[in-house]
């Protein structure tokens, strides 16, 4: 059984720093998309970053683009998100989520994801 499990979120003033991370289980996820999406209250859930399965290729919503950093760890099976220069408008429950296979998904498609972790808060105040 996949699970998910997000940790690392809390408040944070603005220009600050996180680093959150997501530890998977059930199957081995070196060949999965490994994606990162946020919610915000009343707005649709968005896109953040994904790491394919390709070494090194990475995908970034452009407003996240040079303040954010996804990076993995196949060994530990494990996809964390670096996040500096926060502003308020940041402020989310983020998501890590995987797609049902192997070679699956759309980067930056929520509902190519199958497997969703129970969400992390970001609050970032002003």
């Known amino acids: 059984q996949v699970q998910l499990v997000e940790s690392g979120g809390g408040l944070v003033q603005a220009g600050g720093s996180l680093r959150l991370s997501c530890a998977a289980s059930?199957?081995?996820?070196?060949?999965?998309?490994l994606g990162w999406f946020r919610q915000a209250p009343g707005k649709e859930r968005e896109f953040v970053a994904a790491?394919?399965?390709?070494?090194?290729?990475?995908y970034y919503a452009n407003f996240v683009k040079g303040r954010f950093t996804i990076s993995r760890d196949n060994a530990k099976n494990t996809v964390s998100l670096q996040m500096n220069s926060l502003k308020p408008e940041d402020t989310a429950v983020y998501y890590c989520?995987?797609?049902?296979?192997?070679?699956?998904?759309?980067?930056?498609?929520?509902?190519?994801?199958?497997?969703w972790g129970q969400g992390t808060q970001v609050t970032v105040s002003s």
């Open positions: 790491s394919s399965w390709s070494a090194g290729r990475t």
């Open positions: 059930g199957r081995t996820f070196t060949n999965y998309i």
């Open positions: 989520a995987v797609p049902p296979s192997p070679y699956s998904g759309v980067p930056g498609v929520p509902s190519t994801y199958r497997f």
